[in-house]
Each structure stands twice: as C-alpha cells, then as structure tokens.
Nanobody
Framework: QVQLVESGGGLVQAGGSLRLSCAAS????????MAWFRQAPGKEREFVAA????????YYADSVKGRFTISRDNAKNTVYLQLSSLKPADTAVYSC????????????????WGQGTQVTVSS
C-alpha cells in the first residue's frame, strides 16, 4: 500500500531553518504531484507548497513564498521542504500528500497522506 513518511521536524528558534523530508513507497512516485500542508493548533489544515511530478513547476502559499522551498528527488522517491526564516506562526504539524498530475491546493484533491512531523518555532 501507499506510505508517506515524514521526518525532519523539531524545535527551532525564530529565524532558523529546518529541512523536512517525505519518503514515499507503494506508488509510481514520478507520476504524482507532491505537496506539503500544515495544521496549527486549533486551526484548519492549510496548503503550503506543491511540486509538479517532473519537479519543473512549484507553487507556494503566499504566507511562505520566498522563505520555503519545495523540491523532489524522483530517484529517491522523496520530496523535501526547506523552511527558512522561520516564524512562531509557522508552528504546526507538517504533512506531505500525493495526487495524480495537476497542481492543486485543496485538501480534498489529494489521495494519499503522511502522518505528519511537528515543527515548533520559539520566539
């Protein structure tokens, strides 16, 4: 079955950086759009970033544009999210998700989900 496993979360000070990874198995990775979503305590899950299956196109939420970078390595079946210039408002559980070709920002458009990794940014 399809599995998405995130790693790389942790506690970091404001202004710091982290790199999240999501390892995928059980799917033809290079045929799926991969995305990152996040959910802060008491808030709805929200779109963060997505990358086309070829890695040639990326899309970001306005709140992270210029600070976060999504990338993928199809040889390793892994998608990454580089988080920089972190703010306390970025504190959330970050989850990766997969869908067939076609960039989308809606949660309901994604077929597969990981369990998530916690990112906590202290002020």
């Amino acid at each position: 079955q399809v599995q998405l496993v995130e790693s790389g979360g942790g506690l970091v000070q404001a202004g710091g950086s982290l790199r999240l990874s999501c390892a995928a198995s059980g799917l033809t990775f290079n045929r799926y759009v991969m995305a990152w979503f996040r959910q802060a305590p008491g808030k709805e899950r929200e779109f963060v970033a997505a990358v086309h299956w070829l890695g040639s196109s990326t899309y970001y939420a306005d709140s992270v544009k210029g600070r976060f970078t999504i990338s993928r390595d199809n040889a390793k079946n892994t998608v990454y999210l580089q988080l920089s210039s972190l703010k306390p408002a970025d504190t959330a559980v970050y989850s990766c998700a997969a869908r067939p070709p076609g960039i989308a920002t809606n949660i309901d458009d994604y077929s597969y989900w990981g369990q998530g990794t916690q990112v906590t940014v202290s002020s």
